[in-house]
T-cell receptor, first 115, second 112 residues
């Protein structure tokens, strides 16, 4: 149980385009989802906290207009990287929190490469 | 000052030995601690979590928490080559309730 999926698993795009990444909790309802970014040989850095039905809370230094997060249902959150540039190339990972549990279940990640 | 710190390693141990991974944290309000294993190119997978002072054992893994010293550790007994990965320590609670604050990770290599 507590499975989280992400789509796509990898994406290559041209500079200036927008990319949408989906995060789904498959067998539980996630009232809260988190989005992380991980650069090579670095740890996970939290980008934002996404709560169903409300605006996401962004960490300091993360541009909310560039990284658009929508959490329209208890099983789906999306991250859209707008006007992507090569420096946005990274491994993006989401996680879902099971209500009442202080435990995050991670998706498999999406590798974004911006040319 | 980083909130969660780990020795980045790499830590190399022979097969069958005990691997000891350490983590310190600065937020005294942190309540829960998690150890994740991450293989190259994959997302983290949870190994164990610990809330209370003392030891918690699960198979070959033992997590230890000392809140007075703000110290968390993970022992891996009978280490196997398949244990070779990056181990991430994360804390939750305190000023970052619900969020996980990750350490930089320790690279573990178990050689045959």
């Amino acid at each position: 149980g507590a499975v989280v999926s992400q789509h796509p698993s990898w994406v290559i795009c041209k500079s200036g385009t927008s990319v949408k990444i989906e995060c789904r909790s498959l067998d539980f309802q996630a009232t809260t989802m988190f989005w992380y970014r991980q650069f090579p040989k670095q740890s996970l850095m939290l980008m934002a906290t996404s709560n169903e039905g409300s605006k996401a809370t962004y960490e300091q230094g993360v541009e909310k207009d560039k990284f658009l997060i929508n959490h329209a249902s208890l099983t789906l959150s999306t991250l859209t990287v707008t006007s992507a540039h090569p420096e946005d190339s990274s491994f993006y990972i989401c996680s879902g929190v099971l209500a009442g549990r202080n435990e995050q279940f991670f998706g498999p990640g999406t590798r974004l490469t911006v040319l | 000052q980083k909130e969660v710190e780990q020795n980045s390693g790499p830590l190399s141990v022979p097969e069958g030995a005990i691997a000891s991974l350490n983590c310190t944290y600065s937020d005294r309000g942190s309540q829960s601690f998690f150890w994740y294993r991450q293989y190259s190119g994959k997302s983290p997978e949870l190994i164990m979590f610990i809330y209370s002072n003392g030891d918690k054992e699960d198979g070959r893994f033992t997590a230890q928490l000392n809140k007075a010293s703000q110290y968390v550790s993970l022992l891996i007994r009978d280490s196997q080559p398949s244990d070779s990965a990056t181990y991430l320590c994360a804390g939750s609670g305190g000023t970052s309730y619900g969020k996980l604050t990750f350490g930089q990770g320790t690279i573990l290599t178990v050689h045959p």
